[in-house]
DNA sequence: GCATTAAAGAGAG
DNA sequence: CTCTCTTTAATGC
């Protein structure tokens, strides 16, 4: 998406809009705030989710670079569903109007193709993401669950697998994978016995051979 | 549900 | 800025 922008329109767009930078937990925008704004990440990381009627936070997924966040907006939706908070300072962040990134839409083919190729890409992961809920047992949710965190945020790691930054709880994986928290933390443990995965703190998590997930 | 431990925050030097 | 003490939050059973 980046890519596409880059050389034409969106670099006379960088020219009055420059891009915007965003410390850790600076909010994007909230559930029920009216749609102004779709946004394009240049770089960092975005938490998207919501809030229950307790005050629970709960995560629906993370945007990343080069990714559309808000995007429903160019299809008529008024109000965000979810609040979108930013994750990672320096967090670099383009801002279209509605208004406008509608008017590339139009005027500019390959904006408007992206989209397109963005959208059915997102329902083509709904889908397989139902079909896991429905299908698999917690355990294969979970492993499932681990390989888009591998393929999305790994890192290679001792010429051995990958290792994962996480900027979720175990709580957080519980909600997205429809599971428990405590069911989640046993599994963690089976996993690491077996060699599958291994905690270094909260905070990353090193798959030594994707193969073993799956 | 509760005890343990890790991470975040606050305060001082 | 960095070290250490305190508080808060996540984890593991």
């Not at 989209?115 to 397989?128: A, G, I, P, T, W």
Request: overall charge neutral; some cysteine.
């Amino acid at each position: 998406m980046y890519d596409i922008l880059c050389p034409y329109k969106y670099a006379d767009h960088l020219k009055t809009h420059p891009l915007e930078t965003y410390k850790k937990e600076e909010f994007l925008f909230m559930e029920g705030d009216s749609v102004r704004d779709v946004f394009l990440i240049a770089n960092g990381k975005v938490k998207v989710g919501y809030y229950d009627d307790v005050g629970n936070e709960y995560v629906r997924s993370f945007i990343g670079k080069g990714e559309l966040l808000g995007e429903m907006a160019l299809y008529g939706e008024t109000r965000y569903r979810d609040f979108a908070q930013v994750t990672q300072n320096n967090t670099q962040i383009c801002r279209l109007r509605v208004e406008r990134a509608l008017e590339l839409a139009r005027d500019y083919m390959p904006f408007a193709l992206t989209l397109n190729k963005r959208m059915s890409e997102r329902v083509q992961r709904m889908e397989r993401r139902l079909q896991i809920l429905l299908f698999k047992d917690a355990r294969q949710r979970l492993m499932e669950f681990i390989k888009d965190l591998v393929r999305d945020h790994g890192e290679p790691y001792r010429n051995q697998g990958k290792i994962v930054k996480l900027d979720i709880t175990q709580g957080d994986m519980a909600a997205l994978i429809g599971t428990s928290r405590k069911t989640i933390s046993l599994l963690f443990t089976d996993l690491e016995n077996e060699g599958v995965v291994k905690f270094y703190g909260r905070k990353e998590l090193w798959v030594p051979d994707l193969e073993k997930l799956g």
